[in-house]
């Protein structure tokens, strides 16, 4: 073996932290750090043979590494203990040709990639099981950590709850009152979290929690910390691995704190850098226009960033107005000749539910990714010919009071255009019969 990785500034600064060490920022110049790996003990691995390990482990139950983060521990975080590790078999999630929704919309190749079909309902598990396991390494080492903490806008929260349950380590999660959804809401509480819900949204939660962690007996769990990145990054190994091997044209992921952006970026690097991979895809950062500061700062040419006020936007889990990876994922985007698009809460809504229409059920971010798709294919940015993979983010089943509320027309501001409502009848086959009719004409029968 012999693999090992580091804390490092992003910035340059020379300095190291171990991975165990509790430290989020550097001490030199206070930018954030990332998770730097001996890239040369890695190199001495072939690219054929790492191929061949992780198709070999996929699937299969020697611990841990039937997980989809896990599989690829070597390139994750190998300085962890198997005993140590906290996963719950997460990733290893569908990508699948959703041939007729892109036929419709005049893309021959469109795929999703759904990381909502995971344990707690979104990607954000990939992550939580590595820094949870470091958590659990940390503890086993003697390190004095009495809880872990985060601020989220639902999806972060529960994942980070689910697993310190797993582990048997306290969970604090911080919410902005009312603003996450009842679902998010009742996951931690399931999970036993001390559940905070605050008078402020995610920007004030996040500027709290930060404070509460100083204290170090706390670890912080939000996506400031680089090791959830590692674990994030399995998103874009795996996309490759499920195409063998092959990498596609365009790679479209709603973005809020930015750090998953960080993360597909790394994986594709870490590909790169390993000859696994010999091109590199586009990456499209799809925002909510009610929270969009990297759109602004992309249309600025990146020349500079400012935060804004994130306003109320469907798509909960985006609703950041000042997102810590923005640095991060900058640098991505002028790597991997980056686009970002905005999509407006109508845009959004009628999006996820046309991708319903064609057996999808999208949570409303995955609703901004398809809308950013529609808009970029209809500009050219995006040709019909390309292989288009979106991120689907969180599970649907999350969001059930924004389908509902869709389908009933009850959104403010938004054209339901896709609205089904169901029909209330008497039991009476005659005209039960009728309205089945009806329907049957107007769609056309099979379709
Ligand atoms: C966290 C989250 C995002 C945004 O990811 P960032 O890393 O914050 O950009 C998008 N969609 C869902 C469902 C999420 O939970
Ligand atoms: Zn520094």
Request: hydrophobic share 40%; aromatic share 8%.
């Amino acid at each position: 073996m012999g693999y090992s990785a580091w804390f490092q500034c992003i910035k340059g600064c020379n300095e190291r932290y171990p991975l165990d060490e509790v430290v989020y920022q550097c001490d030199k110049c206070g930018a954030l750090l990332e998770v730097v790996h001996d890239m040369e003990a890695m190199k001495k691995t072939g690219a054929k043979e790492w191929m061949e390990t992780f198709d070999d482990r996929i699937h299969r139950n020697i611990w841990p590494y039937g997980s989809g983060v896990w599989g690829k521990k070597e390139w994750v975080c190998p300085n962890i203990d198997n005993e140590n590790i906290v996963s719950l078999y997460e990733g290893n999630t569908n990508l699948f040709w959703a041939e007729r929704f892109g036929k419709d919309i005049g893309l021959e190749n469109l795929w999703i990639k759904m990381c909502g079909n995971s344990h707690s309902g979104s990607f954000k598990d990939l992550g939580m099981t590595v820094l949870v396991s470091m958590v659990k390494q940390m503890i086993a080492n003697g390190k004095n950590i009495h809880a872990v903490a985060c601020a989220s806008t639902g999806d972060t929260s529960a994942a980070l709850a689910t697993y310190c349950a797993a582990a048997g380590i306290q969970s604090i999660v911080f919410l902005p009152r009312g603003k996450v959804s009842i679902p998010q809401l009742i996951q931690p509480i399931a999970n036993n979290s001390l559940v905070l819900s605050l008078e402020t949204d995610f920007d004030g939660c996040m500027e709290i929690v930060q404070k509460i962690c100083k204290d170090h007996n706390i670890y912080l769990a939000n996506s400031m910390n680089s090791l959830r990145i590692e674990g994030q990054k399995t998103v874009s190994i795996e996309i490759v691995q499920q195409f063998d091997w092959e990498v596609p044209d365009v790679i479209i992921i709603p973005g809020g704190n930015l750090g998953n952006v960080s993360a597909l970026g790394n994986g594709f690097l870490m590909m790169m850098e390993l000859g696994v991979i010999n091109k590199m895809p586009r990456i499209v950062v799809a925002q909510a226009e009610r929270a969009n500061p990297l759109y602004l700062s992309y249309r600025k040419g990146f020349m500079e960033f400012k935060p804004v006020v994130a306003k109320q936007t469907l798509a909960s889990a985006i609703q950041i107005g000042n997102p810590v990876s923005y640095e991060k994922a900058i640098k991505i985007l002028e790597t991997f000749h980056g686009i970002v698009e905005q999509a407006t809460e109508d845009e959004l809504a009628n999006a996820a539910a046309r991708g319903d229409k064609y057996g999808m059920f999208n949570c409303p971010h995955t609703g901004v990714a398809l809308a950013v798709l529609f808009k970029l294919l209809k500009s050219g940015e995006i040709g019909s010919k390309e292989k288009v993979v979106v991120i689907s983010t969180a599970h649907g089943l999350k969001f059930t009071d924004f389908k509902k509320d869709y389908h009933e027309g009850r959104l403010e501001g938004i054209q339901s255009q896709y609205a089904n409502l169901p029909v209330h009848l008497p039991a009476d086959i005659e005209k039960i019969k009728r309205v089945i009719y009806e329907r049957i004409e107007k769609e056309g029968g099979t379709h």
